[in-house]
């Protein structure tokens, strides 16, 4: 059991910044996210404290030991690789047992505790089989396995469901999900989904260009993101951004998007948006899910506006309708009893008590 | 529903029958070409047999030269009787072998450090391995010819006409290309796999011998292959730096005990030559499996 700490981490490639400078920590059992799209430096970040990568400044601790210089082998951790790197030539006992041959554990130890793994993970019955013998998901179990039964103080997981399917995913998303409830390690998890990153973290730490943008818990992020990034990266489909301007008529502070659509300011919100009435570059934040179709009953903070669908897809449980405003394409989720078809001309709700404002010059959630 | 099945099949069947068509001819063109050159390469081979079979008197003879009138084993047992050929043939076999387990020896760390331990000047010395194998082995027995010889000033060992003296220089033949065949075998492996492995606690001798060895078993064939067949068909060097009958290798031996002068003892010459070829042969029958089964199938994704 140990906890993580990444102080003022950097790497640079010859002269290309990977990782520019990451302050993290990471406590005992939790299960962090690292997420970002690609090139963003998470792999990097989680392959340096696996000690795969050297470090070009700064310090990693793991439990309360610097290991910057430590090799990979004496840091007690087990990493699970995305494309799995079983031994092509040793069964699944063998692959599961080897760091523990290396370290000469007496044989009915490592017995017992590849029994164990192999029990918590249901892959019992493949044990005497090789790697090729195995489907996507039985390897991805059996690398699993490999960490597990070392029971290093953390575990690394650098996309490891990357390469399965997409019903095996969220099938083996659950599975580590449940490891992880069963063996309480500290586990750093690198991923490009943000779905996985929201289901399967305690916090998540959004990154971009060798930064962190944000660290905080799925729900944090979604609803409170500090940057226009985590706002568009979080949430699926993506966060619309219009250009917008506040306006003050009469003492009411309004947030005009164009000629025809002007919402009222929500009360909560007022105080804090006031300073920002001459700003020229903002930028006016929604979800999908928080426009939605007419209701007979209409509720606080929420506005209706009308628009001309371009396109709509239903999706079973709800229907995305796409519509233009000032020329950027706007995502709504209506539900499908609404009926709403391309080219019709609806009339839309805005949820702005779940609104956010963005200053787009330097990409902060106002 | 019977009228839409009918306008599917009617449209189908005319493809289908002009791929037919189409896998029909190229299958007839790779026929032709084979056939030509199973013949061609087939032909000599036969020839060699066909006259082993022959005693003296019907080789010279004008007669049909593809066919055998009085068929004898005498070639052959005559070979098995005369001493010479026997040493010929334990001299070749003794140098391949061992001339293969040193070429792997060396070449094994060679291609795994190449490959997989970036050190300063690793690329540049990976190429350079590659260019010492392009220098023709014709210009190198007569370098290696004068350091043979100043090794013996210096230090009194003569090395000139001992055939375990070939095992020393047949690697300088052997490593170069071996280590080639084996950087691109090892640099197909996936780098997670060492990576695992160093993570699991490997030191870089236990990832060779545990990982590397195991996974590049069909590399490591290709390359001991043809390792034997170098060292097993080389004709320049034993015969620049053997002399005496008893230091001959197999190909050598042949040719400078069974031609006496102006007379070429045909008949032995091709019993003696198609048993030399039959090692090289049996080994490629039995490795051929191995050496092209795919061992790294499922390592990763897949």
């Known amino acids: 059991m140990a906890q993580v700490k990444l102080q003022q981490l950097v790497k640079n490639y010859d002269d290309t910044p990977a990782v520019r400078g990451i302050d993290l920590e990471i406590a005992d059992k939790e299960f962090l996210v690292l997420v970002g799209p690609s090139g963003c430096g998470k792999s990097t970040t989680l392959r340096m404290i696996a000690g795969l990568e050297d470090i070009t400044s700064g310090d990693i601790l793991i439990g309360d030991h610097v290991v910057n210089d430590v090799p990979p082998k004496d840091r007690d951790i087990a990493m699970v690789f995305q494309n799995y790197a079983l031994y092509p030539h040793m069964t699944v006992f063998e692959n599961m047992s080897f760091g523990l041959r ?69 099938q083996m998303r659950t599975e580590i999900k449940r490891v992880h409830q069963k063996v309480q390690t500290t586990t750093v998890y690198v991923t490009h989904d943000q779905v996985e990153a929201m289901t399967l973290a305690d916090r998540v730490v959004v990154m971009n260009a060798g930064r962190i943008e944000q660290v905080g818990t799925p729900q944090e992020l979604y609803h409170f993101p500090a940057t226009k990034f985590v706002a568009g990266f979080i949430g699926s489909p993506s966060m619309n951004f219009v250009p917008c301007r506040l306006e003050d008529s009469a003492g009411e502070l309004t947030l005009r998007l164009n000629d025809q659509i002007a919402f009222p300011v929500p009360q909560e919100k007022v105080a804090r ?41 239903p999706m079973g449980m709800e229907t995305m309708v796409y519509f233009l405003i000032q020329g950027v394409e706007v995502c709504g989720r209506v539900n499908p009893l609404a009926g709403a078809q391309a080219g019709q001309a609806i009339t839309l709700v805005a949820d702005l008590t779940n609104m956010h404002l963005i200053d787009e010059a330097s990409g902060k959630v106002l | 529903m019977s009228q839409h099945s009918i306008a599917a099949n009617s449209s189908v069947v005319p493809v289908q029958r002009s791929m ?46 593809w066919w055998v009138n009085r068929p004898t084993f005498d070639n052959y047992l005559a070979l098995f009787r005369s001493n010479d050929y026997l040493t010929f043939f334990r001299n070749s076999s003794v140098i391949a072998v061992i001339v293969v387990i040193v070429t792997m020896l060396i070449s094994i760390p060679a291609a795994f450090s190449l490959s997989r331990m970036k050190f300063w000047g690793s690329t540049t010395l990976a190429t350079g391995v590659f260019l010492t194998y392009l220098v023709p082995d014709t ?35 052997t490593v170069p290309f071996a280590t080639w065949i084996l950087i691109a075998y ?9 990576e695992a492995a160093l ?38 060097y034993p015969l620049a730096f053997t002399t005496s009958t008893d230091q001959l290798v197999l190909p050598v031996g042949i040719v400078t005990t069974l031609i006496k002068g102006d007379v070429y003892n045909w008949g032995q010459i091709m019993a003696g030559a198609l048993l030399g070829a039959a090692p090289p042969l049996v080994i490629y029958a039995f490795l051929m499996d191995y050496y092209i089964a795919g061992l790294t199938a499922g390592a990763t994704k897949g």
């Open chain 2, 20 to 65: 037919q068509r189409s896998r029909r001819w190229a299958l007839l063109w790779s026929y032709f070409f084979l056939v030509l050159f199973s013949i061609f390469f087939l032909m000599p081979p036969l020839y060699m047999l066909i006259t082993s079979l022959k005693d003296s008197g019907e080789i010279s003879a004008v007669t049909n030269p």
């Open chain 2, 186 to 194: 090892f640099a197909s492996i996936p780098k997670e796999l060492d």
């Open chain 1, 102 to 170: 290396l370290k000469k554990v007496p044989k009915p130890q490592i017995e017992e505790r590849v029994n164990a793994a192999a029990k918590i993970l249901d892959i019992s019955e493949l044990l005497q089989r090789k790697p090729k013998q195995l489907s996507g998901g039985q390897r991805q179990r059996v690398a699993m396995g490999r960490a597990i039964v070392r029971d290093p103080k953390v575990f690394l997981f650098d996309e490891p469901l990357s390469n399965l399917d997409a019903k095996l995913r969220v």
């Open chain 1, 273 to 313: 948006y006031r300073s920002y009435l001459s700003h020229t570059s903002l930028l006016f934040g929604l979800r999908p899910e928080h426009i939605m179709e007419q209701r007979p009953h209409r509720e606080p903070g929420h506005h209706t506006f009308e628009v001309v669908l371009e396109v709509t897809e």
């Open chain 2, 199 to 236: 993570i699991d606690g490997a030191g870089y001798f236990q990832m060779l011998t545990k990982i590397f060895i195991p996974v590049a078993i069909p590399g490591i064939i290709a390359a001991m292959i043809f390792a034997f067949t170098v060292a097993w068909s080389q004709f320049l």
């Open chain 2, 139 to 173: 210009l190198l027995f007569i370098p290696l010819f004068k350091i043979f010889a100043f090794i013996n000033q210096l230090t009194g060992i003569e090395l000139i006409n001992h055939w375990w003296a070939l095992i020393i220089i047949y690697p300088t033949l």
